[in-house]
C-alpha cells in the first residue's frame, strides 16, 4: 500500500528567507472557470550575495503555468523545475525580475482558499497558505512586499472592484469589461492580499482620527441585506476609538472596508484595509438576529479591525508564531467587551470558553504549546490553545506588569517592530524592555503545553493573627512532554472577613513577593492582590488578620489554571453571596453546582433517587429572588455548570448520566422555586420596543433563564407561555429562546413551532442555520433522524461551512445523541467526515476533531469510536488536514 506521507514542519528548521520581493504587479483578469493571474515580481536576494549559490523556490498549488519571465526573457522548460506544490529556478541573479502568469478556476474552488465564488461574487481568502493558489509566490509572512493590483471584469456581473490600499484608477475596457488598480502602500506578506468583485452594495460612513485624518468606512453586501449593517458600522467606529484610547492606535489608510460573504471558512479575515467577512458577524437586525449575534458582531468587528497593528503592521515571521497576532488580538476584543459591556459578565463567557474547550484541548492527544514546535498542516493549529489560551498569555503579562507598564511595553512593541515580522520573543522582550521586568521563566507560557494545577493550603493562626497560604504547582505530561519545569503563575487573592467584606492585606516576614493588583479594578475598600507564584511550592504568610478569613483566590481568573483549595461548602456559599470579585462570586456558585451534579450522577449510576442538597437549593433561591443591578450576571449564577465542563470532573465520561442528572437538578430547582421562576420570568418581560443595551439583554437573558427552568416541569400551562412568547416576541432573541426549548421537549406545540419558523425565514440562510443547530442539539432520541432528514431540505448545502457547522457540527456536540451507545451518531459523522474532506478539507479536520478524545469513554465507545478514526484514516486521498488529526488522536 502505498500512502503519502506528509511532512512536518519544525520551528526549530526557521530560516531566514533567501529573497525578498520589493513589490509585487498583479493582474487579475476574472472569468468565473479561468481567471487569468499575471504576476511581476521584483525579487532581491536577502544575503550577501545569492547568485549561483540559492536557486530561488515558489509556492504554488493547482496551478496551470502558462508563462514565466526573468527580466523579460521566457524561460524555457529546462531552466525551471515544477511539482504539486513549488516552482524552482536554480540559477538567478542578485536582483532580478519574475514575471509568472497563471490559471485558475474560482468556480471548482470548495476549499474556500485562494480565489473563489460566493453568492456569485469573486473573493479570496489567503490566510494562512492560499495566495500560491492563485500564483507561484514565496508564500511566507516574513516576505513583506508592496502590492500593486489590477483588476479587470465583466462590468455588468461585477460592477464592484476591490483590493487592498487605495483605489489609484478605474475606467471602461472593451468587450463590456471595466478595471480598477489599487495600491497599498503597506508592505505586507501574501496572506494578507484581498480581492472582492462582484455586485454588491456599498453602505458608507466615515471616522475622524485623534490626528484629525478623516478616514472612509464602508460595507460590502448583497443588495437585500442593505438594512442589517447598522450594528457592525457602529461596532466599527467604536472599536477604532478604542484602539486610540487604550492603545494609542490610530488608523493608516484612508479608506476601511468589510465585505460579507455568505461562504466562508471562519469567522472574518483582517487583509489589509480590505476585511472580508463571514456574513454571520456582519448582519444584523432585531428580528434575525440574537443578543448574542450583536455581541458577536462587535467582537469579531473589533478583532480584525485591531490586527491593522496586532498583525498587518507587525505580523508573524513564521507561522508558528500565530499567538502573537491572534492570541494578542484575542486579549485585545477582550478586552474591548468587557469596556462595552460588562467587565465581570464578559470575564465569565470567555473563562466558560477557555474552561470547557481549551482546558480540553489541553488534556487531548492534539495538546499543544501557544507558540506549538511542529504541524503538518497549519489550518488544523488555529486553535483554542493558541487563540484563547495565548489571549490569557497577554492578559497575565497585562497583571504582572499593571495596565501602565503593559502600555509602556505595546508602546515599545509597536514602535520598534513596525513593518516587521516577528517572534513571541520580540513581544516579550519589549515588555521586559519597557518595564525592567524579567519575564524569562513566563515564557514557559509559550513553550509548554497542558494546563497547571495549583492545589492551595491554608493555615490561620488566631494567636499571631496570620494566615499561610501555600501554592503547590504542577502540570500534568502531554504529547512530547513528560516533565515540566514551575512555571510564573500570577495569582490574584482578596480574603473576606466574616461580614463579607475584603480585608486589607499585608504579607509578613521575608515572603514579600507580591504586588498590589493594578488593572484588576480595585474600587474603595476592595482589596486584591497579586501573588507571583514561581516555585513548585510557595508560601505567602498575610499578617493582621483579625479573625480567620474565606480566601477568595484567582480573582477575575488571573491565570489559565486548574485550582484545587479546600473551601467548606458554608465557604463557598459565603464567597457566592459576598465576594468583591465577580467572577469569583459566580465561580463559588458553579464550584457548588459542580459538586452537586456530580454527586447526583454517581447516584444516578447506582440507580439511586436524586435528591437535592438544601443548602445549595435555598442559595439559588436567594439570588433568584434578589433583584440585581446586573441581570445578565443574575442570569449567568442561576445557570448549571455546562455538560462538556461537567465532563472533564470525571474519570470516565459517561455523557448520558451527566446529561440525566443535570436536567435533574434543573427540574428540582423549577419544581421548588415555581412560583419565584414565573414572578421572575414576568417582572423582566420588556413591553416597550426593542432595545441592544445592556440593561435590556441582561432582562432577556434573565427571563429565558427562567423559561428554560420552568420548561423543565412539562406543564401543559408553561408549554403555552412558551408558546405565546414564540408567537408574539418582536425579536430574534426571545423567539430563539422560546423555539430552542420546545425543540427540546416532546409535545405538540414543537413540530408547530418549528415548521411556523421555517416558513418565515427558508430565505434567510443565517436564521435557517440556527433553526438546523437548534434541532441538531435536541437531546430528544430521533435527533439523528431529524439531522439526516435535514440534510436533505434545500435550506442545506454541504458546500457551505455555515450549514455544516449548524448542523452537523452541531450534532457532533450532542453529547447524548453523538455519544448514544449503537454507534450511530458516529458512524453518521464519521460519514459527513469523509464526504467533506475531498471538497473542504479544512472544515472536514474540524468536523473530525469530534472524535480526539475518545480514549476517556468507557470501553465499548472506546471501540466504537476508534473504529469510526481508523476508518477514517485509512480512506484513500485523504487530506493532511484530516489525516493529521486523526493519526495524532490514535497515538
Ligand atoms: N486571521 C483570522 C482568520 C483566519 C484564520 C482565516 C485562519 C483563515 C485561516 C482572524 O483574525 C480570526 O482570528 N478570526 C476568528 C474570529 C476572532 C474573533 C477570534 C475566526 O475567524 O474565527
Ligand atoms: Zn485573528
Not at 191 to 202: I, Q
Not at 334 to 358: A, P, W, Y
Not at 544 to 569: G, M, N, T, Y
Given at each position: 500500500m502505498s500512502r503519502e506521507v506528509h511532512k512536518t514542519i519544525r520551528l526549530n528548521d526557521y530560516r531566514k528567507p533567501d529573497f525578498l520581493i520589493e513589490t509585487v504587479n498583479l493582474e487579475f483578469d476574472l472569468d468565473e472557470t479561468r481567471t487569468r493571474v499575471k504576476s511581476l515580481l521584483t525579487v532581491v536576494c536577502n544575503h550577501d550575495r545569492c547568485e549561483g549559490i540559492h536557486a530561488f523556490v515558489l509556492?504554488?498549488?493547482?496551478?496551470?503555468?502558462?508563462?514565466?519571465?526573468?527580466?523579460?526573457?521566457?524561460?524555457?522548460?529546462?531552466?525551471?523545475?515544477?511539482?504539486?506544490?513549488?516552482?524552482?529556478?536554480?540559477?538567478?541573479?542578485?536582483?532580478f525580475a519574475l514575471e509568472i502568469e497563471t490559471e485558475i478556476n474560482p468556480r471548482d474552488n470548495t476549499e474556500l482558499s485562494g480565489l473563489y465564488l460566493s453568492g456569485g461574487n469573486f473573493c479570496t481568502q489567503c490566510e494562512a497558505e492560499g495566495f500560491r493558489k492563485m500564483t507561484y509566490y514565496p508564500d511566507r509572512p516574513d516576505v513583506m512586499a508592496r502590492f500593486f493590483t489590477t483588476i479587470v471584469a465583466d462590468k455588468r456581473k461585477y460592477p464592484v472592484l476591490l483590493s487592498n490600499g487605495n483605489l489609484m484608477s478605474s475606467g471602461d475596457l472593451k468587450d463590456g469589461k471595466h478595471f480598477a488598480k489599487w495600491h497599498d502602500p503597506f508592505?505586507?506578506?501574501?496572506?494578507?492580499?484581498?480581492?472582492?468583485?462582484?455586485?454588491?452594495?456599498?453602505?458608507?460612513?466615515?471616522?475622524?482620527?485623534?490626528?484629525?485624518?478623516?478616514?472612509?468606512?464602508?460595507?460590502?453586501?448583497?443588495?437585500?441585506?442593505?438594512?442589517?449593517?447598522?450594528?457592525?458600522?457602529?461596532?466599527?467606529?467604536?472599536?477604532?476609538?478604542?484602539?486610540?484610547?487604550?492603545?494609542?492606535?490610530?488608523?493608516?489608510?484612508?479608506?476601511?472596508?468589510?465585505?460579507?460573504?455568505?461562504?466562508?471558512?471562519?469567522?472574518?479575515?483582517?487583509?489589509?484595509?480590505?476585511?472580508?467577512?463571514?456574513s454571520k458577524y456582519v448582519l444584523a437586525k432585531p428580528e434575525t438576529a440574537t443578543d448574542a449575534d450583536y455581541q458577536g458582531i462587535m467582537g469579531v468587528v473589533g478583532h480584525e479591525y485591531f490586527h491593522n497593528w496586532s498583525g498587518?503592521?507587525?505580523?508573524?515571521?513564521?507561522?508558528?508564531?500565530?499567538?502573537?497576532?491572534?492570541?494578542?488580538?484575542?486579549?485585545?476584543?477582550?478586552?474591548?467587551?468587557?469596556?462595552?459591556?460588562?467587565?465581570?459578565?464578559?470575564?465569565?463567557?470567555?473563562?466558560?470558553?477557555?474552561?470547557?474547550?481549551?482546558?480540553?484541548?489541553?488534556?487531548s492527544p492534539m495538546a499543544h504549546p501557544v507558540r506549538p514546535e511542529s504541524y503538518v498542516e497549519i489550518n488544523n493549529f488555529y486553535t483554542l490553545t493558541v487563540y484563547n489560551k495565548g489571549a490569557e498569555v497577554i492578559r497575565m503579562m497585562r497583571t504582572i506588569?499593571?495596565?501602565?507598564?503593559?502600555?509602556?511595553?505595546?508602546?515599545?512593541?509597536?514602535?520598534?517592530?513596525?513593518?516587521?515580522?516577528?517572534?513571541?520573543?520580540?513581544?516579550?522582550?519589549?515588555?521586559?524592555?519597557?518595564?525592567?521586568?524579567?519575564?524569562?521563566?513566563?515564557?514557559?507560557?509559550?513553550?509548554?503545553?497542558?494546563?497547571?494545577?495549583?492545589?492551595?493550603?491554608?493555615?490561620?493562626?488566631?494567636?499571631?493573627?496570620?494566615?499561610?497560604?501555600?501554592?503547590?504547582?504542577?502540570?500534568?505530561?502531554?504529547?512530547?512532554?513528560?516533565?515540566?519545569?514551575?512555571?510564573?503563575?500570577?495569582?490574584?487573592?482578596?480574603l473576606l472577613g466574616q461580614d463579607g467584606h475584603d480585608m486589607p492585606l499585608r504579607t509578613a516576614g521575608a515572603t514579600e513577593a507580591s504586588t498590589p493588583a493594578r488593572g484588576t479594578g480595585r474600587t474603595g475598600g476592595v482589596e486584591?492582590?497579586?501573588?507571583?507564584?514561581?516555585?513548585?511550592?510557595?508560601?505567602?504568610?498575610?499578617?493582621?488578620?483579625?479573625?480567620?478569613?474565606?480566601?477568595?483566590?484567582?480573582?477575575?481568573?488571573?491565570?489559565?489554571?486548574?485550582?484545587?483549595?479546600?473551601?467548606?461548602?458554608?465557604?463557598?456559599?459565603?464567597?457566592?453571596?459576598?465576594?468583591?470579585?465577580?467572577?469569583?462570586?459566580?465561580?463559588?456558585?458553579?464550584?457548588?453546582?459542580?459538586?452537586?451534579?456530580?454527586?447526583?450522577?454517581?447516584?444516578?449510576?447506582?440507580?439511586?433517587?436524586?435528591?437535592?442538597?438544601?443548602?445549595?437549593?435555598?442559595?439559588?433561591?436567594?439570588?433568584?429572588?434578589?433583584s440585581m443591578d446586573d441581570k445578565a450576571f443574575q442570569?449567568?449564577?442561576?445557570?448549571?455548570?455546562?455538560?462538556?465542563?461537567?465532563?472533564?470532573?470525571?474519570?470516565?465520561?459517561?455523557?448520558?448520566?451527566?446529561?440525566?442528572?443535570?436536567?435533574?437538578?434543573?427540574?428540582?430547582?423549577?419544581?421548588?422555586?415555581?412560583?419565584?421562576?414565573?414572578?421572575?420570568?414576568?417582572?423582566?418581560?420588556?413591553?416597550?420596543?426593542?432595545?441592544?443595551?445592556?440593561?435590556?439583554?441582561?432582562?432577556r437573558s434573565l427571563k429565558n433563564t427562567c423559561l428554560s427552568y420552568l420548561m423543565e416541569l412539562d406543564e401543559p400551562g408553561i408549554r403555552r407561555l412558551c408558546w405565546e412568547q414564540f408567537r408574539t416576541a418582536g425579536n430574534m432573541t426571545d423567539v430563539m429562546a422560546s423555539l430552542a426549548n420546545l425543540a427540546n421537549t416532546d409535545c405538540p406545540e414543537r413540530p408547530q413551532a418549528l415548521s411556523e419558523f421555517y416558513e418565515t425565514w427558508k430565505d434567510d440562510p443565517l436564521v435557517m442555520d440556527k433553526w438546523l443547530s437548534i434541532q441538531a442539539l435536541s437531546p430528544l432520541p430521533h435527533t439523528l433522524d431529524t439531522v439526516q432528514a435535514l440534510m436533505k431540505n434545500p435550506v442545506f448545502n454541504i458546500k457551505n461551512p455555515n450549514k455544516i457547522r449548524s448542523l452537523i457540527g452541531a450534532f457532533s456536540t450532542n453529547s447524548v445523541r453523538f455519544h448514544e451507545p449503537n454507534g450511530d451518531g458516529y458512524a453518521f459523522v464519521a460519514d459527513q467526515v469523509l464526504a467533506i474532506d475531498p471538497m473542504n478539507p479544512q472544515i472536514a479536520a474540524r468536523l473530525a476533531s469530534a472524535f480526539t478524545l475518545w480514549k476517556r469513554y468507557d470501553k465499548n465507545r472506546q471501540k466504537l469510536m476508534k473504529e469510526q478514526l481508523e476508518r477514517i484514516l485509512h480512506t484513500p486521498k485523504l487530506s493532511k488536514d484530516v489525516h493529521e488529526i486523526m493519526s495524532k488522536s490514535l497515538a
Open positions: 509556492n504554488g498549488r493547482d496551478l496551470a503555468l502558462k508563462t514565466v519571465k526573468l527580466d523579460g526573457h521566457d524561460l524555457r522548460h529546462q531552466d525551471y523545475v515544477i511539482d504539486s506544490s513549488s516552482l524552482t529556478i536554480p540559477q538567478v541573479p542578485d536582483r508592505p505586507k506578506p501574501a496572506y494578507l492580499f484581498a480581492l472582492v468583485a462582484g455586485n454588491l452594495d456599498r453602505i458608507r460612513d466615515s471616522f475622524t482620527t485623534m490626528s484629525g485624518k478623516k478616514v472612509d468606512l464602508s460595507i460590502f453586501v448583497q443588495h437585500h441585506n442593505r438594512d442589517k449593517c447598522a450594528h457592525a458600522m457602529e461596532s466599527l467606529k467604536l472599536a477604532m476609538k478604542w484602539d486610540e484610547e487604550t492603545y494609542g492606535r490610530e488608523y493608516d489608510l484612508d479608506t476601511f472596508m468589510i465585505v460579507a460573504v455568505d461562504d466562508f471558512n471562519m469567522g472574518a479575515m483582517e487583509n489589509k484595509g480590505l476585511n472580508v467577512f463571514n498587518d503592521r507587525i505580523t508573524c515571521r513564521d507561522w508558528f508564531q500565530l499567538s502573537l497576532k491572534e492570541g494578542f488580538t484575542v486579549f485585545r476584543d477582550q478586552h474591548f467587551m468587557e469596556d462595552m459591556t460588562s467587565r465581570g459578565v464578559k470575564r465569565i463567557s470567555d473563562v466558560n470558553i477557555l474552561r470547557t474547550h481549551q482546558f480540553r484541548e489541553d488534556a506588569l499593571g495596565p501602565e507598564g503593559f502600555r509602556r511595553g505595546t508602546d515599545l512593541y509597536f514602535s520598534r517592530h513596525d513593518g516587521q515580522a516577528v517572534t513571541t520573543d520580540d513581544f516579550v522582550q519589549a515588555m521586559e524592555d519597557a518595564t525592567g521586568t524579567d519575564l524569562r521563566q513566563f515564557k514557559l507560557w509559550y513553550s509548554q503545553a497542558g494546563t497547571p494545577e495549583l492545589t492551595v493550603t491554608r493555615r490561620y493562626d488566631p494567636r499571631t493573627k496570620t494566615l499561610e497560604l501555600s501554592f503547590r504547582q504542577t502540570c500534568p505530561p502531554t504529547p512530547g512532554q513528560e516533565e515540566k519545569k514551575p512555571m510564573h503563575i500570577p495569582v490574584a487573592i482578596g486584591t492582590r497579586v501573588v507571583q507564584i514561581k516555585k513548585p511550592l510557595e508560601k505567602f504568610v498575610f499578617s493582621d488578620i483579625p479573625q480567620e478569613p474565606v480566601p477568595s483566590i484567582l480573582r477575575h481568573f488571573s491565570a489559565p489554571a486548574k485550582v484545587k483549595l479546600d473551601l467548606s461548602d458554608n465557604e463557598r456559599l459565603f464567597l457566592m453571596a459576598h465576594d468583591s470579585d465577580e467572577f469569583n462570586r459566580w465561580d463559588a456558585g458553579q464550584q457548588l453546582a459542580v459538586k452537586l451534579i456530580l454527586q447526583l450522577i454517581r447516584d444516578f449510576q447506582l440507580g439511586k433517587k436524586l435528591r437535592v442538597d438544601s443548602s445549595f437549593m435555598s442559595a439559588f433561591n436567594k439570588i433568584l429572588g434578589s442570569a449567568f449564577a442561576l445557570s448549571l455548570p455546562a455538560e462538556t465542563y461537567l465532563a472533564d470532573f470525571m474519570e470516565v465520561i459517561d455523557p448520558a448520566a451527566i446529561h440525566e442528572a443535570r436536567r435533574s437538578l434543573q427540574r428540582a430547582l423549577a419544581m421548588e422555586l415555581r412560583d419565584t421562576f414565573i414572578a421572575v420570568y414576568y417582572t423582566n418581560q420588556d413591553a416597550g420596543p426593542y432595545r441592544v443595551d445592556q440593561a435590556s439583554i441582561g432582562r
